[in-house]
Protein backbone atom coordinates (compact mmCIF):
# COMPACT_ATOMS: atom_id res chain seq x y z
CA UNK A 1 0.00 0.00 0.00
CA UNK A 2 3.04 2.68 0.56
CA UNK A 3 4.21 1.90 -2.92
CA UNK A 4 0.80 2.90 -3.97
CA UNK A 5 0.67 6.23 -2.02
CA UNK A 6 4.25 6.98 -3.45
CA UNK A 7 2.96 6.22 -6.85
CA UNK A 8 0.48 8.43 -6.82
CA UNK A 9 1.95 11.30 -5.19
CA UNK A 10 5.22 11.03 -7.89
CA UNK A 11 2.29 11.07 -10.30
CA UNK A 12 0.40 14.00 -9.85
CA UNK A 13 3.88 15.70 -8.86
CA UNK A 14 4.92 14.96 -13.10
CA UNK A 15 1.52 16.13 -14.20
CA UNK A 16 1.85 19.32 -12.37
CA UNK A 17 4.53 19.81 -13.47
CA UNK A 18 4.33 19.32 -17.00
CA UNK A 19 0.97 21.66 -17.18
CA UNK A 20 3.04 23.94 -15.50
CA UNK A 21 5.33 23.97 -18.44
CA UNK A 22 2.77 24.18 -21.12
CA UNK A 23 2.04 28.40 -20.08
CA UNK A 24 3.84 31.01 -20.23
CA UNK A 25 3.74 34.10 -18.48
CA UNK A 26 6.40 36.24 -20.91
CA UNK A 27 4.93 38.77 -22.99
CA UNK A 28 4.95 38.23 -26.54
CA UNK A 29 6.57 40.32 -28.75
CA UNK A 30 5.49 41.82 -31.97
CA UNK A 31 7.44 42.27 -34.78
CA UNK A 32 7.71 46.05 -36.62
CA UNK A 33 5.46 44.70 -39.65
CA UNK A 34 2.87 42.83 -37.11
CA UNK A 35 2.41 46.51 -35.59
CA UNK A 36 2.14 48.24 -38.41
CA UNK A 37 -0.31 46.31 -40.16
CA UNK A 38 -2.31 46.06 -37.03
CA UNK A 39 -2.89 49.48 -36.98
CA UNK A 40 -3.56 49.82 -40.85
CA UNK A 41 -5.92 47.11 -40.07
CA UNK A 42 -7.71 48.66 -37.36
CA UNK A 43 -7.92 52.10 -39.27
CA UNK A 44 -9.74 49.89 -41.93
CA UNK A 45 -11.98 48.50 -39.15
CA UNK A 46 -12.71 52.21 -38.01
CA UNK A 47 -13.91 53.05 -41.47
CA UNK A 48 -10.85 54.33 -42.80
CA UNK A 49 -9.12 51.65 -45.63
CA UNK A 50 -5.58 51.30 -44.65
CA UNK A 51 -3.31 48.70 -46.12
CA UNK A 52 0.45 48.53 -47.52
CA UNK A 53 -0.60 46.17 -50.31
CA UNK A 54 3.41 45.76 -51.08
CA UNK A 55 3.79 44.52 -47.24
CA UNK A 56 0.55 42.45 -47.67
CA UNK A 57 1.10 40.46 -50.36
CA UNK A 58 5.01 39.84 -49.65
CA UNK A 59 5.56 40.09 -45.58
CA UNK A 60 3.33 37.12 -43.48
CA UNK A 61 3.89 39.13 -40.14
CA UNK A 62 2.38 42.64 -41.56
CA UNK A 63 -0.95 40.51 -43.18
CA UNK A 64 -1.21 38.88 -40.32
CA UNK A 65 -0.95 41.88 -37.86
CA UNK A 66 -3.26 43.42 -40.59
CA UNK A 67 -5.80 40.74 -40.01
CA UNK A 68 -5.69 40.66 -35.91
CA UNK A 69 -6.04 44.69 -36.29
CA UNK A 70 -8.93 44.87 -38.49
CA UNK A 71 -10.95 41.61 -35.82
CA UNK A 72 -9.30 43.36 -32.94
CA UNK A 73 -10.47 46.60 -33.69
CA UNK A 74 -13.77 45.96 -35.35
CA UNK A 75 -16.86 47.16 -33.49
CA UNK A 76 -19.55 44.67 -34.73
CA UNK A 77 -16.98 41.70 -33.50
CA UNK A 78 -17.46 43.01 -30.16
Do not use: H
Not at 13 to 36: D, E, G, H, M, R
Amino acid sequence: MPNLKRIITVSLATASLLFTACTSSAPVVQSPSFKAGSQDGCATASGTYTKNSDSFSNDKEYQNGWYAGRKNCNPQSK
